[in-house]
């Protein structure tokens, strides 16, 4: 039986109906629950035997999920040895130069070498620069149409949905909440760029985490009546460059990035 590694691998197995059939709420959950052996793949009456035949084993699980998101990135830095860096480097219209990509992330420039070594400026974690090595590797270089569109409309969207807004939008408001000075901060340090009130918010900023991946932060706040509120918007032709797996890690990289600035100033009120 092949081993499973981490709750996505498991996800991708599943119809994705969320029909509830396994006791789970979502099939998201029913992976997660898989994946720390509170369940077995067999649960799921709807899988194919041939499935439950390759992967019905219990699951191991050595590394915590941080760990299992560094070996991931690892795994694509292999890739990038048969990589022709400089033909990406056309393909992403990023610069190529003594044998090194180099792109914007964030406004700053981001270097990658052909064996996956990085040279950059800025700190980046795992989340981060697992879906930057997969645009790297993968991304088609299509042009931002300037459309926006929340996570729910994307491919596959509503499956994942309330998970990205578990990890994702909620822990971002979260942030915004506690440190008003979190938007000046993406203006400031990290390239962003403000719109006018996007779907009536209070504070709407493009950010550039890939260069032609941008992501629409929008921001209302709380008022007498109604509690604050944050959501995520991505543009329509987002998917061509990076897939949806990375673009929720995307979002998750750089909320962990946000949650360490407000660790070394603390909230504010």
């Known amino acids: ?41 067999r649960d799921c009456p709807h899988l194919d035997p041939e499935v439950l035949k390759t992967y019905g084993g219990k699951t191991e699980k050595p590394n915590t999920i941080d760990e299992d998101m560094a070996a991931a990135v690892t795994g694509l ?39 996956g ?54 822990p971002l408001k979260q942030i915004a909440d506690a440190y008003p000075e979190l938007f000046q901060d993406m203006l400031d340090l990290f390239d962003g760029k403000r719109l006018d009130h996007h779907s009536g918010s209070d504070v709407s900023i493009v950010l550039h985490p890939l260069p032609l991946v941008p992501v629409l932060i929008c921001y209302w706040h709380p008022d007498e009546e109604l509690e604050s509120a944050l959501h995520i918007f991505f543009d329509a032709a987002a998917e061509e460059n990076l897939d949806i797996d990375s673009l929720h890690t995307l979002c998750e990289g750089f909320v962990r990035m946000f949650a360490r600035i407000v660790q070394r100033h603390g909230p504010r009120c």
């Open 1 to 41: 039986m092949q081993r499973i590694n981490n709750p996505m691998e498991i996800y991708r197995l599943l119809n994705r109906s969320n029909c509830q059939d396994c006791h789970e709420k979502t099939c998201m959950a029913f992976a997660v629950a898989v994946f720390k052996n509170q369940k077995e793949l």
């Open 77 to 115: 830095k292999q890739k990038l040895t048969d990589l022709d860096l400089g033909q990406a480097a056309q393909r992403l219209g990023a610069e190529f130069s003594e044998g090194r990509l180099t792109l914007k992330v964030f406004g700053k420039d981001f270097g990658i070498g052909p064996h």
């Open 117 to 170: 070594d990085f040279f950059t400026e800025i700190h980046v974690n795992p989340w981060l620069t697992y879906p930057l090595l997969q645009y790297t590797l993968t991304g088609q270089g299509r042009k931002p149409s300037g459309n926006w569109q929340n996570f729910r409309e994307l491919k596959d969207g509503p499956t994942r949905l309330a998970h990205f807004q578990q990890r994702c939008e909620k």
